[in-house]
C-alpha cells in the first residue's frame, strides 16, 4: 500500500464548483503539503502544515483553502473551481526531523471545464 | 529570497552517453540542496541531497551532484544513461533557517536508444 494516498487520481469538473483533494499517509509525519505542478512550470507550494494546529499559506494560496482533520489526513478544497486550476495536484509528507525530504503522493489531475 | 534556473526543459541523450541537468540557485544563505525525479505517472522522489559536509553527492541509480558555491550550482550527472532514465528530473533549494522548499522548473530526460 502507498504511504501516501491521494483521493481521486482524476477528475473533471465545471466552473464554479466546489472540489475537494484528499490526502491520507500512514509515515507518521507530522509534516504535509500540498503542491500543483503545471507543464514548464514545476512544482509551486499551495499550502503546508506542520502538525494539526497549524496551517500555512505557501506561495500560490489564492483560490484554496485546507483542513487537517487529522495528524493523517490533509485536504484541499478550491471552493469555486476556475480553469486556470486546472494542474496535477501533489501531497506531500515530510518528517520533523529531516524535513527536506519529501515524500510524495502519486497526484490528483484535475481538469476544470 | 531562494530560487532555482533550470534551463532546458527538455533534455535528449543517447542510451550509453553522459547525463548532464544544470542547476544553478539563488539563496542569501548556506542553500540545502536536492534534486528529485518524477517517473511517468508517479509523484516525485529523492535523488539525492547536499546540505553540509562533502561538496560531490551521491544519489540513487548511479547519479550524483556537486556542490560549487563559488558557481552558485549543482549540476546532476550520471555518466552513462539508460532507458529506465527516462523522466522529469527537478532541483530545489531551501535555505537555512528557511521552511519550505522552492523547485525549478524541471527537465524532462529523453533516452534515444
Known amino acids: 500500500d502507498a504511504d501516501v494516498t491521494q483521493t481521486p487520481r482524476n477528475r473533471i469538473t465545471k466552473t464554479g464548483k466546489r472540489i475537494m483533494l484528499e490526502c491520507s499517509q500512514t509515515?507518521?509525519?507530522?509534516?504535509m503539503y500540498w503542491y500543483r505542478q503545471d507543464p514548464g512550470l514545476g512544482l509551486r507550494l499551495i499550502y503546508y502544515?506542520?502538525?494539526?494546529?497549524?496551517?500555512n499559506k505557501g506561495e500560490i494560496s489564492d483560490g484554496y483553502s485546507v483542513s487537517r482533520q487529522a495528524q493523517a489526513k490533509f485536504s484541499l478544497s478550491l471552493e469555486s473551481a476556475i480553469p486556470n486550476q486546472t494542474a496535477l495536484y501533489f501531497c506531500a509528507t515530510s518528517d520533523t526531523d529531516e524535513d527536506e525530504k519529501l515524500f510524495f503522493g502519486s497526484g490528483t489531475q484535475l481538469s476544470v471545464l | 529570497a531562494q530560487s532555482v534556473t533550470q534551463l532546458g526543459s527538455h533534455v535528449s541523450v543517447s542510451e550509453g552517453a553522459l547525463v548532464l541537468l544544470r542547476c544553478n540557485y539563488s539563496?542569501?544563505?548556506?542553500?540545502?540542496l536536492f534534486w528529485y525525479v518524477q517517473y511517468p505517472n508517479q509523484g516525485l522522489q529523492l535523488l539525492l541531497k547536499y546540505t553540509t559536509g562533502a561538496t560531490l553527492v551521491k544519489g540513487i541509480n548511479g547519479f550524483e551532484a556537486e556542490f560549487k558555491k563559488s558557481e552558485t550550482s549543482f549540476h546532476l550527472t550520471k555518466p552513462s544513461a539508460h532507458m529506465s532514465d527516462a523522466a522529469e528530473y527537478f532541483c530545489?533549494?531551501?535555505?537555512?533557517?528557511?521552511?519550505?522548499?522552492?523547485f525549478g522548473k524541471g527537465n524532462q530526460v529523453v533516452v534515444i536508444p
Open positions: 502544515s506542520f502538525d494539526v494546529k497549524d496551517i
Open positions: 509515515k507518521g509525519h507530522d509534516r
Open positions: 530545489a533549494v531551501r535555505s537555512y533557517g528557511n521552511n519550505r522548499l522552492a
Open positions: 539563496s542569501s544563505v548556506p542553500p540545502y
